[in-house]
């Protein structure tokens, strides 16, 4: 096969911690392992459509390592399929055109997640080779343990959960932090169990108000006069609705959650006698320099996506299946979510500490008899 002689860049959907990290490797790699020219899209597929495009070399890449965002610019509105600025019109085509003929592009990587593997995915049907690198500070994305990103996200909540703590316990409140994560509980789940809270409330497991406001009765009787609670923004009561913070119309996922930790801070202010707080977190956990980990992850990723272009391994995925660099198709990732099962290693290790998820007679234990992959 004939080594690849120009591939194009992008990052699409929301940004996450180490999108640069992963765009100096794919580039650098390419650069200087294999000969290749690097070309950037402008803001995603946005620039694909609108031909925006721009050389990367290596001084563009120099020293954005540890920098949050992206150099190119992303959307999460742009998608070639139904794109929103044209009354969501197909432009696949003219966006395939642009990218193979006129940029002579031999291959695109595109980094980012559910939503950007999908349209990945169509483009590649379409007759553009495409790799796809796995990004959300969600860690929702199919057949992969994890996304760059999430790590930064975690540890960001987690000392949001540890600056709070001295303040519930000073107060003797109940302290409520609300993490981002859409409909998987991941984050709040890694940063509950990091920070030590005492209720981690997380989509895949509906709550029961009443549960929630005996454990903090309890701890109240008990001495611990604080309670800290670390909710998902896709939580929901038992029976209950997601709490919506925004509906994005021309975005393809426009549902935009937010806000159950008000709700919650209502329905347990009427049950219990001691105050109650809320914060949500926000966008402060997409900011920022990324964390060791992620950069050695997002690293790893677009050195192994370099990779794949030059093996010719298009339409898949860069993925981490515990602990090993592999890839995974990307008509299996696209516009699908892994969310937390109940019977997930970190769910055992928060119940094994006495946290609870907000629901009754709710158990399970680790089999130490048996090796259990951790990152799942
Ligand atoms: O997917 C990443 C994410 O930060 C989610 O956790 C959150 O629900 C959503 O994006 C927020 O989107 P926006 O930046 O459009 O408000």
Not at 278 to 297: E, I, M, N, S, Y
């Amino acid at each position: 096969m004939a080594p690849p002689r120009r591939v194009g860049v992008l990052t699409g959907g929301g940004d996450s911690p180490g999108l640069n990290a992963v765009i100096r490797a794919v580039t650098k790699s390419l650069i200087l392992d294999r000969g290749a020219e690097v070309v950037g899209f402008v803001d995603g597929f946005a620039g694909m459509v609108e031909r925006q495009s721009r050389p990367l070399t290596l001084r563009d890449v120099s020293g954005i390592l540890t920098l949050g965002g992206t150099i190119l610019g992303t959307s999460n509105k742009a998608n070639p399929f139904s794109y929103h600025l044209r009354g969501n019109a197909d432009v696949s085509g003219e966006a395939v055109r642009y990218a193979r003929d006129e940029l002579k592009l031999d291959a695109v990587v595109a980094i980012g997640g559910d939503g950007t593997m999908s349209i990945a995915h169509g483009l590649q049907q379409g007759g553009l080779p495409m790799v796809g690198v796995p990004k959300t500070i969600d860690n929702d994305l199919m057949f992969t343990d994890r996304t760059f990103g999430f790590d930064t996200a975690v540890a960001i909540a987690t000392e949001a959960i540890d600056r709070l703590h001295t303040t519930a316990q000073s107060h003797h409140r109940v302290m409520i932090l609300e993490t981002m994560g859409r409909y998987a509980g991941w984050i709040a789940l890694y940063a509950g169990v990091a920070g030590g809270a005492d209720v981690i409330l997380i989509p895949e497991v509906e709550y029961d108000i009443e549960e929630v406001a005996r454990v903090c009765r309890a701890r109240e009787q008990g001495g611990q006069r604080y309670t800290l609670i670390c909710v998902a923004e896709g939580a929901k009561p038992i029976g209950g609705q997601h709490a919506i913070r925004q509906v994005v119309a021309d975005s393809p996922d426009p549902l935009r959650l937010g806000g159950i930790c008000g709700v919650l801070e209502q329905q347990l202010s009427q049950r219990l006698a001691s105050e109650v707080r809320r914060t949500l977190l926000g966008h402060v956990q997409r900011g920022g320099t990324p964390t060791a980990f992620d950069r050695t992850l997002a690293t790893a990723f677009g050195a192994y996506a370099a990779a794949m272009v030059a093996g010719g391994q298009y339409g898949r995925m860069v993925a981490t299946q515990e602990g090993r660099l592999t890839s995974v198709a990307l008509a299996d990732v696209a516009n699908r979510q892994r969310l937390v099962s109940r019977d997930a290693p970190m769910v055992a290790a928060a119940l094994a500490v006495g946290t609870s998820f907000g629901v009754k007679d709710f158990s399970f234990h680790f089999d130490g008899s048996r090796p259990s992959p951790l990152m799942t």
